[in-house]
Nanobody, 113 residues
Framework: QVQLAESGGGLVQAGGSLRLSCAAS????????MGWYRQAPGKQREFVAS???????NYADSVKGRFTISRDNAKNTAYLQMNSLKPEDTAVYYC???????WGQGTQVTVSS
């Protein structure tokens, strides 16, 4: 069983930045792709970004150029650097070990206008 723990969410003004972290409990972190997803109130969960074990990244069009996903395998941790935040980025952000069915509990990000 793998546990994922997100942190770093909070309240920020539009144009601000936040850095989310996702710490994994297992060594298999380093060989698995990781992803960030988000779910806004009344909406379905949507893909935000992913990173493979080889550090290849992919982003949703809505966050390209503003968000950066990264990982530190030595720390079993994935990150999501979010810059130029917009009110429409407000959501609960979840990390996922892609293909393994493991999800974190989520961290709330609220962007005020």
């Amino acid at each position: 069983q793998v546990q994922l723990a997100e942190s770093g969410g909070g309240l920020v003004q539009a144009g601000g930045s936040l850095r989310l972290s996702c710490a994994a409990s297992a060594m298999i972190f380093s060989i698995n792709a990781m992803g960030w997803y988000r779910q806004a109130p009344g909406k379905q969960r949507e893909f935000v970004a992913s990173i493979t074990s080889a550090h290849k990244t992919n982003y949703a069009d809505s966050v390209k150029g503003r968000f950066t996903i990264s990982r530190d395998n030595a720390k079993n941790t994935a990150y999501l650097q979010m810059n130029s935040l917009k009110p429409e980025d407000t959501a609960v952000y979840y990390c996922n070990m892609i293909g393994k069915g493991y999800w974190g509990q989520g961290t709330q990000v609220t962007v005020s206008s």
